[in-house]
T-cell receptor, first 114, second 110 residues
Framework: GAVVSQHPSRVICKSGTSVKIECRSL??????MFWYRQFPKQSLMLMAT?????????EQGVEKDKFLINHASLTLSTLTVTSAHPEDSSFYIC??????????FGSGTRLTVV | EDKVVQSPLSLVVHEGDTVTLNCSYE??????LLWYKQEKKAPTFLFML????IEKKSGRLSSILDKKELFSILNITATQTGDSAVYLC??????????FGPGTSLSVIP
């Protein structure tokens, strides 16, 4: 089946540093990947849509320069949180569209900025 | 290996019908089970279930969890065309890992 592998699952970083989160489609080509942030009460906020080989489309209110998204290949999309601050601490999840099965999600990354 | 399975993968019903969506799971360190409705941009949170046998309701939607048999169902009564969506089941583990099922694509036709 379609699997998206997300790494790391948990990361702690110092305020002001950058963190990179990877999402890899293991057995299919993901031309489109989505990045979400999970808020309290379990709601998911779509941050951006990344398309292989082109610039990501960011949702309103999401800082492009802070959350850098790169989708350089059909199997890899990365989210880099630059100059992280404690308020960036959250759970980040990616997903990809897999034909015939709809959305396939990564297992998430818990980011803690101290 | 942790996994979440949903059935059916797709379903077509007529308005007014009642549907039951199934979710079964095998995970280590279960914390909660989540149901989402995916229409456009991001999944909309529906329910979080942590205890067995306690039904959660929201309008025409209801859900219940059986932790012994490791499954949950999502019921939708008197379906409407606006209920057409992909319904996602996810399990949150105490290892800060959320495992999503493949989703059930529901189409409600007039």
């Amino acid at each position: 089946g379609a699997v998206v592998s997300q790494h790391p699952s948990r990361v702690i970083c110092k305020s002001g540093t950058s963190v990179k989160i990877e999402c890899r489609s293991l057995d299919f080509q993901a031309t489109t990947m989505f990045w979400y942030r999970q808020f309290p009460k379990q709601s998911l906020m779509l941050m951006a849509t990344s398309n292989e080989g082109s610039k990501a489309t960011y949702e309103q209110g999401v800082e492009k320069d802070k959350f850098l998204i790169n989708h350089a290949s059909l199997t890899l999309s990365t989210l880099t949180v630059t100059s992280a601050h404690p308020e960036d601490s959250s759970f980040y999840i990616c997903s990809a569209i897999y034909d015939g099965y709809g959305y396939t999600f990564g297992s998430g990354t818990r980011l803690t900025v101290v | 290996e942790d996994k979440v399975v949903q059935s059916p993968l797709s379903l077509v019903v007529h308005e007014g019908d009642t549907v039951t969506l199934n979710c079964s799971y095998e995970v280590t360190n279960f914390r909660s089970l989540l149901w989402y409705k995916q229409e456009k941009k991001a999944p909309t949170f529906l329910f979080m279930l942590t205890s067995s046998g306690i039904e959660k309701k929201s309008g025409r939607l209801s859900s219940i969890l059986d932790k012994k048999e490791l499954f949950s169902i999502l019921n939708i009564t008197a379906t409407q065309t606006g209920d057409s969506a992909v319904y996602l089941c996810a399990v949150d583990t105490s290892y800060d890992k959320v495992i999503f099922g493949p989703g059930t694509s529901l189409s409600v036709i007039p």
